[in-house]
């Protein structure tokens, strides 16, 4: 098991964790983060656009946790306050995101504070 800062600052947040496909994980994860002044904790809040411009991972809330491999936004899955026995596709090493708007640079600049996630090994 292991404990992960997730800071809404940064894009990636190196989990130091390498997983295998077939692999499978629970996720639960919990406090409060800000983007810019709009306070949610793990789930996000609900805003389907900000100022004409989309989170990274569309169709999900804003700051809703997300994770992907290898900085892959192709690879991105949904994790919110928890997810469990979710089974890897492929290989990589794991990062876990706020679901903030990529289109400039700002927009994750303006994020504030973090939150902490529980990554478990199931199988
Ligand atoms: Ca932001």
Do not use: H
Not at 23 to 46: H, Q, R, V
Not at 73 to 99: C, H, M, P, S, W
């Amino acid at each position: 098991m292991k404990t992960i800062k997730v800071i809404s600052k940064i894009r990636f947040n190196d989990t130091v964790i390498d997983v295998a496909a077939g692999e499978k994980y629970d996720f639960c994860a919990n406090g409060t983060w800000w983007d810019l002044f709009i306070p949610s904790g793990p789930n996000g809040f609900m805003l389907k656009s900000i100022m004409g411009t989309f989170p990274v991972v569309k169709g999900v809330p804003y700051f809703k946790l997300c994770g992907c491999l290898d900085k892959d936004y192709d690879t991105a899955f949904v994790i919110g306050r928890k997810l469990l026995n979710y089974e890897f596709k492929q290989n990589g090493r794991l990062y876990l995101f706020a679901n903030d708007s990529i289109d400039k640079d700002k927009y994750y600049k303006n994020n504030r504070g973090s939150i902490k996630a529980i990554i478990r090994k199931v199988k």
